[in-house]
């Protein structure tokens, strides 16, 4: 989805009876991107959503106000990102400004320009700032972003027509731009031709099914075409169960976790009973298009391994894992993961393997001696069993789990 250069302002103001909203996005107050507040912003996105679909039925069942109950509550609870890898790449993004910097140099020439006639408008040159945007049309006529600003300030200043032709300019160099039909469509109704801009708003929820203000103001704008005696069909509009993300921000997430492995890891070290499916899925596509770009990067492979066993996919999940100490010998973190993946496969003596991988390697951590005691103790080797509780102890003493291991095999039979 591309995002807006605009000025955060309101556009026409009403569809004919129904109420006004603001057609530009509002800031809401600036959230920390720790990853509790980006798991918050995901789970808002949700219920959002599930507002929208329930409002869409209620709307397709005619009961309006109904709907705008749940639409407007949908509005209120959603973050400004439309999708869940949205809300993922904004989390990031706030708490690293750099890593936008090369994205934005590439809109930059429209920017200055959207940005200058913007100071020029609010500084009370409005001619001035109109000529600034038709300026820039001029020399880049297939640039939409500037027929949208355009036809933005000349809603500001109530001259609807021609405000009306730079939307039609704008959807037709950019079909999917929402906005512009948004915004065409209140022109629409302004001019009374509420069943035109009916057809417009379709448009836009076609394109953006999830959002609770096009909804909205589409139930409006219907039940204005009708007071008009307009022959329009509501056509029923269902929200698909799961949103299709965008590509763009698919790759954008791909890139952060290319090289940001500290992001996925605040991500998993959520409790897994805290964090929704949807979000493992959206890391897993993520993962997987980062692989595309660098297939033999250890961690990538590893990083995967992680979602998929937080989605119940073990065995994927081990040949993963696999993959990334094929690459990485050394590779202890994945090492010791595999050990309770193959454990969970019921695979101990493969989980036992990768233990001791670990322990050749050089590397003395007390969890990998207590899961090896636990490994050895549900084989009946109760000698290596205690061996290994015995170094965990040593490692560190209050480890509760391998005093009580060690405990239980008091009286066993040795080997």
């Known amino acids: 989805m591309a995002s807006s250069l605009s000025k955060p302002m309101s556009a026409p103001r ?56 749940c639409l407007r509550e949908a509005m209120n609870l959603a973050p400004r990102e439309r999708s869940p ?48 945007l ?10 939409a972003e500037l027929q949208h600003q355009l036809g933005l300030m000349l809603a500001t ?30 022109c629409q109704g302004v001019s009374g031709r509420s069943a035109d801009a009916v057809r417009s708003l379709q448009r ?30 509501m056509t029923p509009a269902y929200p698909v169960t799961e949103v299709a993300e965008d590509g763009e921000e698919i790759e954008a997430l791909a890139g952060i976790v290319e090289r940001d492995a500290e992001f996925v890891d605040a991500l998993l070290s959520l409790p897994a009973s805290s964090t929704d499916a949807r979000v493992y899925a959206l890391l897993e596509a993520a993962l997987r298009e980062a692989l595309k770009r660098r297939p033999h990067h250890a961690d990538l492979h590893y990083h995967l391994g992680r979602v998929l066993s937080r989605l119940g996919r073990n065995d994927e999940a081990i040949t993963e894992g696999e993959r990334a100490v094929a690459l990485d010998s050394r590779h202890t973190r994945a090492l010791i993961d595999l050990a309770r993946w193959y454990r969970s496969a019921d695979r101990r003596e493969e989980a036992v393997d990768r233990l001791e991988r670990v322990i050749r390697a050089g590397f003395e951590y007390p969890d990998v001696y207590r899961d090896l ?21 040593a490692l560190k003493p209050d480890d509760a789990e391998s005093l009580a291991g060690l405990a239980a095999l008091t009286g066993a039979v040795g080997d």
């Open 85 to 132: 890898a949205e809300c993922l790449v904004a989390a990031y993004r706030e708490e690293r400004p750099e890593a936008t910097e090369a994205a934005s140099a590439a809109h930059a020439r429209t920017s200055a320009r959207v940005r200058l006639a913007w100071l020029l408008h609010d500084d009370g040159r409005g001619a001035d700032a109109l000529r600034t």
């Open 14 to 69: 009403s569809i004919e009876g129904a109420n006004s909203a603001p057609q530009e996005t509002h800031e809401r107050g600036a959230e920390a991107s720790s990853p509790i507040r980006a798991l918050m912003r995901l789970q808002n996105l949700y219920r959002a959503q599930d507002l929208v679909r329930r409002g869409v039925c209620l709307m397709n069942a005619g009961q309006i106000e109904a709907a705008e109950r």
């Open 157 to 186: 200043r109530e001259e609807y027509e021609e405000a009306e032709v730079r939307f039609t300019q704008a959807v037709t160099l950019d079909r999917d731009r929402v906005e512009s039909w948004v915004n065409l469509a209140m």
């Open 373 to 393: 005691g636990e490994l050895h103790r549900e084989r009946g080797r109760t000698l290596q069993a205690r061996s290994a509780y015995r170094r965990a102890l």
């Open 134 to 143: 038709r300026e820039g049309i001029a020399e880049s006529p297939e640039d």
């Open 204 to 233: 836009a929820q076609r394109i953006h099914r999830h959002d609770a203000r096009i909804t909205l103001l589409l139930a409006q704008a219907f039940q204005a075409a009708r007071a008009q005696g307009a022959a329009v069909r």
